[in-house]
C-alpha cells in the first residue's frame, strides 16, 4: 500500500488526490488530506465571493473526493511553524507528502503611507466577509465601512470581487453564507464610491469578462468609465487587432467591447455623461464604481492619522507593453484602500523555499532539497508554480506531481509508515477533526441559519467551528 498525505484541501490539494485514486499504476493507494483549518475546500470556502454561487458550488465535486472511502479529512492540523507538525515528522508517518499550501500572502503596494489606518489588503477583506476564522469578528472593517469613498488598487477579479462587494446591497447578501457580523457592518456602510484602478490599460487587465459585465448589473449601482483613458489603450484604439496585425485575446476583445459599450453611453439604459465625460449604465445614483486606468500609486495621503487618498502617477503606454510615468500626478479621495496586487508564497518552515519566486524549488513537483530531488516530498498548486492560471489549472499541476510521485512509489514504499497516522498525530497532542466533525460543522451552520431566517451562515471563529466539531450528537 502506498500511504500517501496532502497537506491542504482546497482545489490543488483534492486535485491531487483525485489523480492518485484515479492512476492504475498503484492499485492500492491510501490519501490523508491534512488542513491547519477544521475546515475543507481552501479558497473555494474562503476565497470565493459569496454571491458567486456557482464558482462556490464547486465544493460538491471537492466533496465527493473527499468523500471517497480511500480518502481521509484531517482538519485542525498544521504542518511547520508553532504547533504544527514539522516536514520532518510529517514525513515518518507517509510514504510521500505533497504539499498544496497556496499563496496566502498579499503583494504590497511598498509606498508612503501603506500601514496608515484605512489602508488593508484585499486578501484580509476577503477573508473578513468570508468568515476565515483567522479573522474572525476583527472590527476593521466596521470602521473601514464609514469611509464615503474607497480606491481598490489592481484590476484583476479579485480587486473586481471586493468592488463588487462594497457597492452590492447587503439586502441580496442575506440569502448567502456572508456571516451575521460582516452582514450587519454592510448594512451600515456608508461607502457611495468605489475606485477600481490600475497603473496599465484596460488589454492589460487581469480580470475576466464575467466578472467585468457583473458590476454593470449590480442593482442600486453605476459604471463610469473615462473614454479618454481608455483610448490611451493601443489595443482600444484599434479594435479589430493590436498594431502589426496581431490578434486580440479573445478575453482582451470582449473585455474592451464592455468598458466601450459603457464608454459610449451605450450600456443598458444609456445613462448621460459624468464628469470628465465618462458614461456608464443606468442605476440608482446611490453608488458609483469608478474603473481608472493609467495611474501608478506612489502615496497614500494621511489626514487625522488615516488614510484620506491616493496619489498616483499617470503612466502612458511605453510602446514595448509596459508604462512610462508622464510626469503628471492625480489625487483621489479615499478613506479606505485596498491592495488587490496579488499573492504570494509564504515559507513554510522545514521545507526549501525560494524568496524570490515565493515558491518551493521543485523538478517536476519534486521538492529540490540543494538542487536535489528530496525523497518522498512533493508540491502542487501556487506553492509549486506561483499564483497563475484559474482552479481548473490545478489539475494539470497535480497530474504533473502525481505522475512524478508514481514513478518514485517503488522506491518511497521500500520503507515502513506509520500505522495509523491519526493516532501518532494524537499521540504528539494534535486533535484532529475528521469529515464526521466536517459534517457537524455543517449542521450547526445550518441551525445558525435557521434561525435568523436564512440559509445556512458560516461560524467565523476558531472556538465555534471546533466546539461544533466536537458535538457529534448535533
Same mark, same amino acid.
Given at each position: ?14 486535485? +491531487? ?6 492512476? *492504475? ?68 508517518? $507517509? ?24 489602508? $488593508? ?79 496599465? #490599460? ?6 475576466? +469578462? ?33 498594431? #502589426? ?49 493609467? &495611474? ?32 503628471? $500626478? ?20 522545514? &521545507? ?25 516530498? $512533493? ?24 505522475? *512524478? ?45 435557521? *434561525? ?23
Amino acid at each position: 500500500m502506498l500511504s500517501v498525505a496532502v497537506v491542504g484541501s482546497g482545489p490543488s490539494g483534492v486535485y +491531487t488526490a483525485q489523480a492518485l485514486l484515479q492512476q *492504475s499504476l498503484v492499485p492500492d493507494v491510501r490519501v490523508h488530506v491534512l488542513d491547519r483549518l477544521p475546515t475543507p475546500y481552501g479558497l473555494v470556502r474562503y476565497g470565493v465571493a459569496p454571491d458567486h454561487e456557482k464558482i462556490k458550488s464547486l465544493q460538491n465535486s471537492l466533496r465527493a473526493v473527499l468523500e471517497d472511502e480511500r480518502v481521509t479529512f484531517v482538519g485542525n492540523v498544521g504542518v511547520g511553524g508553532a504547533g504544527g507538525v514539522s516536514p520532518a515528522r510529517l514525513a515518518e508517518l $507517509y510514504h510521500a507528502v505533497v504539499y498544496c499550501v497556496g499563496a496566502s500572502a498579499d503583494r504590497a503596494l511598498s509606498v508612503p503611507g501603506e500601514n496608515l489606518p484605512g489602508s $488593508y489588503s484585499a486578501t484580509r477583506f476577503v477573508s473578513w466577509y468570508s468568515a476565515h476564522p483567522d479573522i474572525g469578528a476583527d472590527p476593521f472593517a466596521r470602521d473601514a465601512l464609514d469611509a464615503r469613498s474607497a480606491v481598490v488598487v489592481g484590476v484583476g477579479n479579485v480587486a473586481v470581487d471586493v468592488a463588487r462587494i462594497l457597492a452590492r446591497g447587503a439586502g441580496e447578501l442575506r440569502r448567502t453564507d456572508v456571516p451575521s457580523a460582516a452582514l450587519r457592518a454592510l448594512e451600515e456602510s456608508r461607502v457611495r464610491e468605489v475606485h477600481i484602478v490600475g497603473r496599465r #490599460g484596460p488589454s492589460q487587465a487581469r480580470f475576466t +469578462t464575467k466578472e467585468l459585465r457583473e458590476l454593470g448589473a449590480l442593482p442600486g449601482a453605476r459604471v463610469v468609465v473615462d473614454p479618454v483613458e481608455l483610448a490611451l489603450d493601443p489595443a482600444y484604439a484599434a479594435p479589430d487587432g493590436l498594431p #502589426g496585425g496581431l490578434p486580440l485575446p479573445a478575453v482582451v476583445r470582449r473585455n474592451l467591447e464592455v468598458l466601450r459599450g459603457w464608454s459610449a453611453g451605450c450600456g443598458a439604459g444609456a445613462a448621460g455623461a459624468e464628469s470628465g465625460g465618462a458614461r456608464g449604465p443606468a442605476g440608482d445614483a446611490g453608488r458609483r464604481i469608478r474603473l481608472r486606468f493609467f &495611474l501608478r500609486p506612489v502615496e497614500l495621503l494621511e489626514r487625522g492619522g488615516r488614510v484620506a487618498g491616493v496619489r498616483f502617477a499617470r503612466t502612458a503606454p511605453d510602446g514595448t507593453g509596459g508604462v512610462r510615468d508622464t510626469g503628471r $500626478y492625480e489625487d483621489i479621495e479615499a478613506q479606505l484602500v485596498l491592495r488587490a496586487v496579488g499573492y504570494r508564497g509564504v515559507e513554510l518552515p522545514g &521545507l526549501p523555499f525560494d524568496p524570490v519566486r515565493g515558491t518551493v524549488p521543485h523538478a517536476a513537483g519534486r521538492v529540490l532539497r540543494g538542487g536535489v530531488p528530496s525523497p518522498g516530498e $512533493y508540491v502542487a498548486g501556487w506553492i509549486k508554480r506561483g499564483p497563475t492560471g484559474v482552479i481548473g489549472s490545478n489539475r494539470s499541476c497535480a497530474k504533473e506531481t502525481v505522475g *512524478s510521485l508514481l514513478a518514485d512509489a517503488a522506491a518511497l514504499t521500500r520503507r515502513t509508515a506509520a500505522g495509523d497516522p491519526l493516532a501518532v498525530l494524537r499521540e504528539w497532542g494534535l486533535r484532529p477533526v475528521e469529515w464526521t466533525g466536517w459534517l457537524s460543522i455543517e449542521r450547526a451552520e445550518a441551525e445558525l441559519g435557521r *434561525s435568523l431566517g436564512r440559509g445556512p451562515v458560516k461560524i467565523p471563529d476558531w472556538a465555534g467551528l471546533l466546539a461544533a466539531a466536537r458535538d457529534e450528537n448535533r
